[in-house]
Structure formats: structure tokens, C-alpha cells
């Protein structure tokens, strides 16, 4: 099976926010900063896909590595 034939995990804003257990105001702040995870237009619809959260995922501990070394 190839990966488009799997269904990936789409989330809603208000799924990846309780997902992550962030408020919604946290992620649009992150989006207006350049630094929330990648989204879609599903219609006006925003929506953010389970590699776009993994993808975020790393690259918050990628700059947190970064940081942590600089200490």
C-alpha cells in the first residue's frame, strides 16, 4: 500500500488544538509569528494535516536543541 492509498489524520483547528492542549488564539498567534504548522484551505476552512503536526513537531525541538546550546 503507498501512502496515498492511506487516510491521514486531517485535523480541524479546534482537533490540533486539543490535540497539542494549546488554545486557539496560541495557534493563529503562531501562524501571525511565522512559526505554527503548515495548513490547507478546505474551502475558507483551515486544516492541518498529521505530517504538517509531526513536521511542526521536530522543527519546535530542532530550535529548542539549537537554543539549549547556546546556554
Not at 33 to 45: C, F, M, N, S, V
Amino acid at each position: 500500500m503507498s501512502d496515498t492509498d492511506s487516510p491521514q489524520t486531517v485535523y480541524t483547528i479546534a482537533e490540533f488544538c486539543a490535540a497539542e492542549r494549546i488554545s486557539r488564539s496560541l495557534l493563529y498567534a503562531l501562524w501571525q509569528r511565522g512559526r505554527g504548522p503548515r495548513y490547507y484551505l478546505a474551502g475558507t476552512h483551515r486544516r492541518i494535516t498529521e505530517q504538517a503536526r509531526q513536521d511542526w513537531h521536530r522543527r519546535l525541538e530542532a530550535e529548542t536543541a539549537t537554543e539549549s546550546k547556546g546556554e
